[in-house]
């Protein structure tokens, strides 16, 4: 008896031992698809299935199927071995799961793999976010996925995850088809949110439609924003051709163009221009009724999520799309001086909620009004006051409707509005002369200021040039050679009986023309109350003194009288009348450029 117990306690303790041993080799194998899961139509899949080193073979089953889908012996490495697909249909979607063969016994299978496949034969759904695609940091969002194909599911896959992120049942939508909201968030900039959706029926469940477009989610962040410009005017028409043009001084990498309402954001990469600056062009192709809105963009760096702040906002307005056209006035007329107040008045008979006014070749966006109705009309007034010259130029007016702000009316007839007379820029008051010079209101004519004053200077300086010989001259033809030096005192004229009196005159003459004032000259004005004031002038040498002596000529004194001869007296008269004369002459085209600058000012 005891030998039997012993016998049976052996066999237990080895059977257990082996039981624990199988248990802990026969672990549940694991199954996957490569590249993906969700696979387009006519490509080629492999399907995975790893278990133990033990494993002798392995089988693939598919869900609804009785038999066995396949069966594979390890080769190289015995803990796993593919099932390819070469062509994918939807015979070969469906859920699977493998298992394996162990020298005991078949392992417990695997959890299921779904393998979808992608149709070309199904419309795809689009997917946008609302409000926006364009998210703060921990913002939340709303995806929407939507078909007219009536999907019964739609499903919501994040890029980079291979299996199916969320799948929902479709609800009706508002304006037709089916959709789905899939709520996403908190986002952050450390992650790549990049989306694509699709549709499916219920009695097909692995056989999808074509995936959506991809939507990215632009995480926002507070680095310096980029600028956004149009290459065309603001106010375009149908069949323009529309770019645009975001670009910056930071260096992005990328940029990104948002609009309004949009769903999708188009993407360009940076061109760098210069060192530092960068910028990408957004053509958006003919101008259709769909590109009137308004417009920010973004730039990015390729080694970050987050983008840049907003650029400042650009509105795109598509002129000729209601029916009627505006007509446009100015008061008080249509040329005004600088200074005066100007208003434009655009009108219309039609119903216009706003009206807008543009003015040619302008970078700023159109002046917007809320229109009035008045006298059986509505219309807007736009003041100018004070008129500048910038405020000159050809404009227009267009209405539009508050329900489609960016739509806009046929143009008015241009208007072009001349500002003509001097700048009436304002200015710092002034209360005495004002002053000009290159900066002022007559910085244009300052120069002849300028010039002017050279001229009468140059002109009185040649008077006197002119006018002190001539008095020289005078002064050597009334002196007799030989005669005494004249005392300090005013003696009047001395004759003088030396010979050949012309050529000594002639040789006086010339020595005249040469003479310097010497060291020492001065001039003497004497003022003689008692004398004639109308009197011609003459010039007198004095050179015992060497100096000039100016006064009133006389009728010679009765000394004179008795020491001239008859000859000598009418000789010494006709050489005063001379003196006087030419004196005279000189003394008035000095006088004359005196006073001709005097006219100038």
């Known amino acids: 008896m005891a030998p039997t117990l012993t016998a049976l306690l052996c066999l237990g303790l080895s059977l257990g031992s082996r039981t624990q ?12 698809a490569a590249p993906g899961s969700v696979i387009p139509w006519g490509t080629s899949v492999t399907i995975w299935c790893q278990g133990s080193l033990e494993a002798q073979e392995y089988r693939l089953h598919k869900e609804g199927k009785l038999e066995t889908w396949d069966r594979q ?41 779904e393998l979808v496949v992608v149709t070309g034969s199904q419309g795809k759904p689009s997917l946008s976010a609302l409000p926006s695609p364009v998210v703060t940091s921990g913002g939340n969002v709303t995806l929407q996925c939507a078909s007219w194909m009536g999907f019964h599911r739609f499903v919501l896959m994040k890029e980079g995850e291979g299996q199916p992120s969320w799948t929902l049942v479709s609800r009706p939508a508002p304006h037709g088809g089916t959709q789905a909201l899939f709520p996403v968030g908190p986002v952050t900039p450390s992650l790549r949110w990049t989306f694509r959706c699709y549709g499916y029926y219920s009695n097909t469940p692995q056989v999808w439609s074509d995936p959506s477009d991809p939507l990215e989610l632009l995480v926002s962040g507070v680095s310096e924003k980029p600028s956004l410009l149009t290459q065309q005017d603001p106010v375009v028409t149908s069949g323009q051709r529309l ?19 949009a769903p999708d954001l188009p993407r360009r990469l940076g061109r760098q221009t210069q060192p530092g600056l960068s910028r990408a062009n957004f053509y958006l192709g003919l101008v259709r009724p769909s590109h009137g809105g308004r417009y920010t963009c973004y730039g990015g760096h390729n080694l970050s999520s987050e983008w ?31 200074g005066e107040n100007v208003t434009l008045l655009c009108q219309s008979q039609s119903s216009v909620d706003t009206f807008l006014l543009s003015k040619e070749g ?12 008045q006298a059986g009309q509505h219309q807007a007034e736009f003041p100018m006051s004070p008129v500048t010259s910038a405020h000159g130029g050809t404009y227009r007016c267009y209405g539009s409707t508050s329900t489609s702000p960016y739509l806009l009316s046929q143009p008015s007839d241009p208007l072009e509005l001349l500002v003509s007379g001097p700048s009436m820029d304002p200015g710092p008051p ?9 900066g002022s209101a007559d910085g244009p004519h300052w120069y002849l200021y300028i010039l002017i004053g050279a001229s009468v200077a140059f002109v009185l300086l040649l008077g006197l040039l002119v006018f002190l010989p001539v008095q020289h001259q005078c002064q050597g033809k009334g002196r007799k050679p030989g005669a005494a030096d ?49 009197g011609p002038t003459y010039a007198q040498v004095s050179r015992s003194r060497s100096r000039l002596s100016w006064g009133l000529a006389t009728s010679p004194s009765p000394v004179s009288e008795g020491l001239l001869d008859s000859e000598d007296r009418q000789a010494e008269e006709d050489r005063q009348t001379d003196c006087q004369v030419t004196a005279s002459d000189t003394s008035r085209d000095v006088t004359y450029a005196q006073l001709d600058p005097l006219a100038l000012r």
């Not at 002034?430 to 290159?438: A, C, K, S």
């Open 308 to 338: 840049s702040a907003p650029s400042d906002p650009l509105d795109i307005l598509l002129a000729g799309q209601l029916p009627y056209t505006p007509s446009l006035s100015v008061q008080p007329g249509p040329t005004v001086a600088p």
């Open 430 to 438: 002034t209360t005495g002369p004002r002053t000009t010079g290159p």
């Open 486 to 534: 004249p005392e300090p005192q005013d003696r009047g004229l001395h004759d003088s009986s030396s010979p050949a009196p012309a050529a000594q005159e002639e040789s006086l003459y010339v020595a005249m023309q040469d003479i310097q004032p010497e060291e020492g000259v001065e001039l003497d004005h004497r003022n003689t109350q008692d004398e004639d004031p109308q």
């Open 243 to 261: 770019t645009l043009q975001c670009h910056s001084d930071v260096g992005y990498n990328r940029f990104a163009l948002s609009k309004e309402g």
């Open 21 to 32: 041993a199988q248990t802990r080799t026969l672990s549940r194998p694991t199954v996957w």
């Open 362 to 373: 302008a970078a700023d966006p159109p002046l917007r009004l809320r229109s009035q109705y």
């Open 73 to 113: 012996k390890p080769l190289e490495s015995k803990d796993k071995v593919k099932f390819p697909i070469a062509h994918m249909t939807d015979v070969h979607a469906g859920r699977y799961r493998c298992d394996y063969l162990s020298p005991t016994s078949w392992s417990e299978p695997s959890d299921p793999l």
